[in-house]
Every structure is written in structure tokens, then in C-alpha cells.
């Protein structure tokens, strides 16, 4: 590790988001924080090289956190490192952070909490026994576990790893017969430059598909409390895979069902024993009944910080970075002053693309605060098969949930990616 003075006790961030940059430039100091990240992953997205361009950087330590009892390897390899707080930035860090803080005698999730929501099926046993509506899910190892999940759920059933993240490996699939194709791409679950080159093994579930509209409640706990809650509404793309398309900040939801997803969330907290964080917990109302899908316990990916910080407005992520500080996070509003949303960009067939049209546009639509993509001509792409696969991001800014969405559906529809797929039907 290199960098600048270690007077100021640093900052720990355990896996690196250069999306979350910007937000944390916002408050934190020069040399401030230290990242942590995977070998192969800070190898293949050149970490070291881009932390020279953040200010607030100290430097890198390159470790193994994916894997368990790294946490207490780390803590005895730098015993005079002394923290001030522990910050999960990606899925994956959520046990090492939870315990890493508690080596160092930090706020965290505990490690407890973490390792349940890092497992899928660990989480819907727990949270059933806590009354929370769920799915009917099970364990399945093979193809032939698979369809016999089928035949005893008729109707769609939602195929996915109970240990991923990004929507990697999942599908929904309708018949008994698509059991066999379906198991073979499931397992197919390459996240690319974002994991270690080490197989993760397969874990995977079974679980009954539940129709209604999806939401997702951000909460930010402090010593097991809730002190801020959001309700995000949710779209999804259509097909196979549960990708979701984009976001509306706050929730269009009538006041009562927005209390509710909050409460059940907060049950949720209580029933893992979340001790201080973020709990990102994902819904469907269901004949309107909240029906767990799966919960996180780290910030929001898909800009959803970005989002909530507009639309109320407030320091989320400062508050967040406090609060895991053992501070107080400070004056937080109970309900948001404006509305946002986000749409997302995306191929939508395999190939190779040409061309990119109507950027420009789609940033000087009316409310739109941010237009952008990260590919273009002779990038190749696989389609739409998980959320990596998207490729850029519209956000709008507006008075109301509703003007908020429609706008960013109007910017987002300016936008159109050209693909030639003659090699993949050749």
C-alpha cells in the first residue's frame, strides 16, 4: 500500500466502484480511504492505476476477501492499520466487511447477518420463520432437480444462484423441458473483469415466480434502528431474464403499501439481526402481499444512491460512511422533496456494434441529469443475458414519481444502438 499521510485514520472500502467515486469525493478528504480489493479483480480493471486519478485515495491492499477466514487474515496482517470504518462497496465483500469490523471493534452488519444475506436459501429460511411471505424455494443440483421442481409447481418457476449477484445465472422458465437447456446456460455465470479468476461454485435455487410489481426498500440502520427508509418502484425488461430496466425514485405507491414495504423490511433487520448499515431489500407485492425476493446488505448498485441523494435530497452516502463510523449521520428527511428516475441502456441481440445514436439527445431532453454509455462501434456483445450486460444510463430529475419516469422513458427512447448479428446467425 501507497499514498498519503497515515495521520488521518482511513476509511476501509472493501471492493471498487468507480461509479461511487464522485459521491464519496463529496466529503471525504485527501488520503482518506483505503481500498481493498481481489487480486485478479484489481489486475484486470487496473484498481492501482485508477486510484492514482482519486483524490481521497491512500492507496490498495490486495486481498482474497471473497474467501472465508480472509477477514481475520486481514485483521492480523495489519494490526496498526486502525480503521475508523469498514465499508462494503460490492456484493461479494459483505461477510469479510461484517467481520473485519468487528475484528477492528467497528459499527457492522455482524457477521452473522452478512453471511445470511450473502445466501439466498439461508435467507428465505430465516425470514420465513419470521412470518415474511416467500416464494416456495428449493435447493436444486441438477436438471433433473430442476424439472422435478417444475412438475411440482406447474407455472413458471425462477431459476438462480442463491450466491451472485447482478442477475448472473438467472431465468425464468415455463416448462418442464426447458429444464435441460436452461440448467446448462444458468451455469454459465461469467461476471468478467468483476470477480477472481477462481471458479465460485455453484449454488443453485428453485423458486416459484411471483407475478405483481417489484420495489425495493433502501434502509439505513443504526445499532439495529431504522433511520432512513426509500421505496423504490422498479421495470423490468420483458423475456426469459428478471433484468431490471430501470428505477423511480421515490416509489409510485400509495402512502399505506409504501408503510408496509417498510415494516416488512424493517422485520426483515430484526429477523437476521442486522446491527449498522444498508439494507437494499427487493419485493413484489403479490396480490398485495410483500413477497421477499432477495435482500442486500451493502448500498444499492444501478445508481439508486445517485437517485435518492436528487430526490430528497440528502447525503446518503455520507451519512452511511458516518454512521459506520460510530457518528451520528445527521438530520435525515422522512419523505422526498422531488422525484427521479433512471432507465437503462442495453443491446438487445448478440453481435457486434456499429454505431450509437441519439446520446447527445437523450442529455439535452428536458429533465434529464445524466446520459451516458460505455460501448461502441466494434464492441461485441452477447445480448441481454444479466445486468452487466447493460450498457449505459439515463436519469431524469422532476416533480412527481410519474412526470419523473416518463421522462426518462422519452430521453432513453432518443437513444438507439445499432448491432450487426451476421456473425452469430452465420
Same mark, same amino acid.
Given at each position: 500500500?501507497?499514498?498519503q499521510?497515515?495521520?488521518?485514520?482511513?476509511?476501509?472500502?472493501?471492493?471498487?466502484?468507480?461509479?461511487?467515486?464522485?459521491?464519496?469525493?463529496?466529503?471525504?478528504?485527501?488520503?482518506?480511504?483505503?481500498?481493498?480489493?481481489?487480486?485478479?479483480?484489481?489486475?484486470?480493471r487496473?484498481?492501482?492505476e485508477a486510484? !492514482?486519478q482519486?483524490? +481521497?485515495?491512500?492507496?490498495?491492499?490486495?486481498?482474497e476477501?471473497?474467501l @472465508?477466514g480472509?477477514?481475520?487474515?486481514?485483521?492480523?496482517?495489519? #494490526?496498526?492499520?486502525?480503521?475508523?470504518?469498514?465499508?462494503?462497496?460490492?456484493?461479494?465483500?459483505?461477510?469479510?466487511?461484517?467481520?473485519?469490523? !468487528?475484528?477492528?471493534g &467497528?459499527?457492522?452488519?455482524?457477521l452473522?447477518?452478512?453471511?445470511?444475506l450473502?445466501?439466498?436459501?439461508l435467507?428465505?429460511?430465516?425470514a420465513?420463520?419470521?412470518g415474511?411471505?416467500?416464494?416456495?424455494?428449493?435447493p436444486?443440483?441438477?436438471? /433433473?432437480?430442476?424439472?422435478?421442481f417444475?412438475?411440482r409447481?406447474?407455472?413458471?418457476?425462477?431459476?438462480? @444462484?442463491?450466491?451472485r449477484?447482478?442477475?448472473?445465472?438467472?431465468?425464468?422458465?415455463?416448462?418442464?423441458?426447458?429444464?435441460g437447456?436452461?440448467?446448462?446456460?444458468?451455469?454459465?455465470?461469467?461476471?468478467?473483469?468483476?470477480?477472481?479468476?477462481r471458479?465460485?461454485?455453484p449454488s443453485?435455487? /428453485?423458486?416459484?415466480?411471483?407475478?405483481?410489481?417489484?420495489?425495493?426498500?433502501?434502509?439505513?440502520v443504526?445499532?439495529?434502528?431504522p433511520? +432512513?427508509?426509500n421505496?423504490?418502484?422498479k421495470?423490468?425488461?420483458?423475456? #426469459?431474464? @428478471?433484468?431490471?430496466?430501470?428505477?423511480?425514485?421515490?416509489?409510485?405507491l400509495?402512502?399505506e403499501?409504501?408503510?408496509?414495504? *417498510?415494516?416488512?423490511?424493517?422485520?426483515?433487520?430484526?429477523?437476521v439481526? +442486522?446491527g449498522?448499515?444498508?439494507?437494499h431489500?427487493?419485493?413484489? &407485492?403479490?396480490?398485495? *402481499?410483500p413477497?421477499?425476493?432477495e435482500?442486500?446488505g451493502?448500498?444499492?448498485?444501478?445508481?439508486i444512491?445517485?437517485?435518492?441523494?436528487?430526490?430528497? #435530497?440528502?447525503?446518503l452516502?455520507?451519512?452511511y +460512511?458516518? &454512521?459506520?463510523?460510530? !457518528?451520528?449521520?445527521?438530520?435525515?428527511?422522512?419523505r422526498?422533496?422531488?422525484?427521479?428516475a433512471?432507465?437503462?441502456?442495453?443491446?438487445?441481440?448478440?453481435?457486434?456494434?456499429?454505431?450509437v445514436?441519439?446520446l447527445?439527445?437523450?442529455?439535452?431532453?428536458?429533465g434529464?441529469?445524466?446520459?451516458?454509455i460505455?460501448?461502441g462501434?466494434g464492441?461485441r456483445?452477447?445480448?441481454?443475458?444479466?445486468?452487466?450486460d447493460?450498457?449505459?444510463?439515463?436519469?431524469?430529475?422532476?416533480?412527481?414519481?410519474?412526470?419523473?419516469r416518463?421522462?426518462?422513458? !422519452?430521453?432513453?427512447?432518443?437513444?438507439?444502438?445499432?448491432?450487426?448479428?451476421?456473425?452469430?446467425?452465420?
Amino acid at each position: 500500500m501507497s499514498g498519503q499521510s497515515p495521520a488521518v485514520r482511513p476509511v476501509l472500502v472493501v471492493g471498487y466502484v468507480a461509479f461511487a467515486v464522485p459521491a464519496i469525493a463529496a466529503f471525504q478528504p485527501a488520503g482518506s480511504v483505503v481500498y481493498v480489493e481481489e487480486p485478479d479483480v484489481a489486475r484486470k480493471r487496473h484498481v492501482a492505476e485508477a486510484l !492514482e486519478q482519486v483524490p +481521497f485515495a491512500r492507496g490498495l491492499i490486495e486481498w482474497e476477501y471473497h474467501l @472465508p477466514g480472509r477477514a481475520d487474515a486481514f485483521f492480523a496482517a495489519h #494490526p496498526g492499520l486502525d480503521p475508523v470504518a469498514v465499508i462494503p462497496a460490492v456484493e461479494y465483500a459483505v461477510p469479510f466487511a461484517a467481520r473485519l469490523a !468487528e475484528r477492528y471493534g &467497528l459499527p457492522g452488519a455482524s457477521l452473522g447477518a452478512a453471511q445470511l444475506l450473502r445466501d439466498k436459501h439461508l435467507l428465505r429460511i430465516v425470514a420465513a420463520a419470521a412470518g415474511i411471505a416467500n416464494p416456495e424455494s428449493e435447493p436444486v443440483r441438477s436438471a /433433473a432437480g430442476l424439472a422435478g421442481f417444475l412438475a411440482r409447481h406447474p407455472g413458471p418457476v425462477v431459476l438462480k @444462484p442463491a450466491n451472485r449477484q447482478a442477475s448472473v445465472g438467472t431465468r425464468v422458465i415455463h416448462r418442464p423441458e426447458e429444464a435441460g437447456e436452461a440448467w446448462v446456460q444458468c451455469l454459465a455465470q461469467d461476471e468478467g473483469v468483476f470477480v477472481p479468476d477462481r471458479p465460485i461454485e455453484p449454488s443453485m435455487l /428453485a423458486e416459484r415466480f411471483v407475478s405483481g410489481p417489484e420495489f425495493s426498500v433502501e434502509l439505513l440502520v443504526a445499532g439495529g434502528r431504522p433511520v +432512513f427508509a426509500n421505496t423504490t418502484g422498479k421495470v423490468l425488461y420483458p423475456g #426469459p431474464y @428478471p433484468i431490471e430496466a430501470g428505477h423511480t425514485v421515490p416509489a409510485e405507491l400509495p402512502d399505506e403499501q409504501r408503510k408496509m414495504l *417498510v415494516a416488512e423490511t424493517e422485520r426483515l433487520s430484526a429477523a437476521v439481526g +442486522f446491527g449498522d448499515g444498508v439494507l437494499h431489500c427487493e419485493w413484489i &407485492l403479490e396480490d398485495g *402481499v410483500p413477497v421477499l425476493v432477495e435482500c442486500a446488505g451493502r448500498l444499492p448498485g444501478d445508481s439508486i444512491a445517485d437517485l435518492i441523494e436528487a430526490a430528497y #435530497p440528502v447525503g446518503l452516502v455520507r451519512a452511511y +460512511f458516518a &454512521l459506520m463510523g460510530g !457518528e451520528p449521520p445527521g438530520p435525515l428527511p422522512g419523505r422526498a422533496a422531488y422525484a427521479t428516475a433512471a432507465r437503462f441502456l442495453a443491446p438487445d441481440r448478440p453481435g457486434t456494434v456499429t454505431a450509437v445514436h441519439g446520446l447527445d439527445a437523450a442529455a439535452a431532453a428536458e429533465g434529464v441529469q445524466l446520459a451516458a454509455i460505455g460501448i461502441g462501434p466494434g464492441h461485441r456483445t452477447a445480448g441481454l443475458r444479466s445486468s452487466w450486460d447493460r450498457a449505459g444510463i439515463v436519469t431524469t430529475l422532476a416533480g412527481t414519481p410519474a412526470e419523473a419516469r416518463r421522462l426518462a422513458d !422519452e430521453a432513453a427512447a432518443l437513444v438507439r444502438i445499432d448491432i450487426d448479428s451476421t456473425e452469430e446467425t452465420s
